[in-house]
T-cell receptor, first 112, second 114 residues
Framework: QKEVEQNSGPLSVPEGAIASLNCTYSDRGSQSFFWYRQYSGKSPELIMFIYSNGDKEDGRFTAQLNKASQYVSLLIRDSQPSDSATYLCAAPFGGGYNKLIFGAGTRLAVHP | DGGITQSPKYLFRKEGQNVTLSCEQNLNHDAMYWYRQDPGQGLRLIYYSQIVNDFQKGDIAEGYSVSREKKESFPLTVTSAQKNPTAFYLC?????????????FGPGTRHTVL
């Protein structure tokens, strides 16, 4: 059974700090990962996709993938109260990108 | 505006009753998905369809049925066999081929069993 694990949180950080969200996965064959942000009561929206070892940066967001250790992380620099949401990690399974398996999500709270 | 619409936004179902959730997309996407999100949990796949008139079960298909008669539409029926009391149902779609092609989500239907 392929699994994607996340700490449910909440992760509380002060405004302006770096928030670090982590995700571990059980399938060594997993090659790529998605990070979705979900505000309370809303649907998820994609914020990052990463498919190679190392870092990928997009504005204040950096995704890091370490295939040897089987974890993927999301760093949010200069955290803002508007970043307060649940962050879902997801990995494709079953070949191609047709199906995703989601972690339970980490709730992030950024306080002023 | 291109996007995914779901209706109703809120759904209250009596025990023993079947209900159908609507999902429509005008993005010309080939693949469509239904997920259920239980309180404080991640998304679990109910059914998905990659082409008209074809669909596959996901991890939690019991108590649900779907159809895909049109490319734009992928309705989900929640039958009386589905005992989960409260859940958030999310429909998604994506184009296929040519790379990772993210899944886009509709606004969701919040479902409660009375």
């Amino acid at each position: 059974q392929k699994e994607v694990e996340q700490n449910s949180g909440p992760l509380s950080v002060p405004e302006g700090a770096i928030a670090s969200l982590n995700c571990t996965y059980s399938d060594r064959g997993s090659q790529s990962f998605f990070w979705y942000r979900q505000y309370s009561g809303k649907s998820p929206e994609l914020i990052m996709f990463i498919y190679s070892n190392g870092d990928k940066e997009d504005g204040r967001f950096t995704a890091q993938l370490n295939k040897a250790s089987q974890y993927v992380s999301l760093l949010i620099r200069d955290s803002q109260p508007s970043d307060s949401a649940t962050y879902l990690c997801a990995a494709p399974f079953g070949g191609g990108y047709n199906k995703l398996i989601f972690g339970a999500g980490t709730r992030l709270a950024v306080h002023p | 505006d291109g996007g995914i619409t779901q209706s109703p936004k809120y759904l209250f179902r009596k025990e023993g009753q079947n209900v159908t959730l609507s999902c429509e997309q005008n993005l010309n996407h080939d693949a469509m998905y239904w997920y259920r999100q239980d309180p404080g949990q991640g998304l679990r796949l109910i059914y998905y369809s990659q082409i008209v008139n074809d669909f596959q079960k996901g991890d939690i298909a019991e108590g649900y049925s779907v159809s895909r008669e049109k490319k734009e539409s992928f309705p989900l029926t929640v039958t009386s066999a589905q005992k989960n009391p409260t859940a958030f149902y999310l429909c998604a779609s994506r184009t296929t081929g040519g790379g990772y092609n993210e899944q886009y989500f509709g606004p969701g239907t919040r479902h409660t069993v009375l």
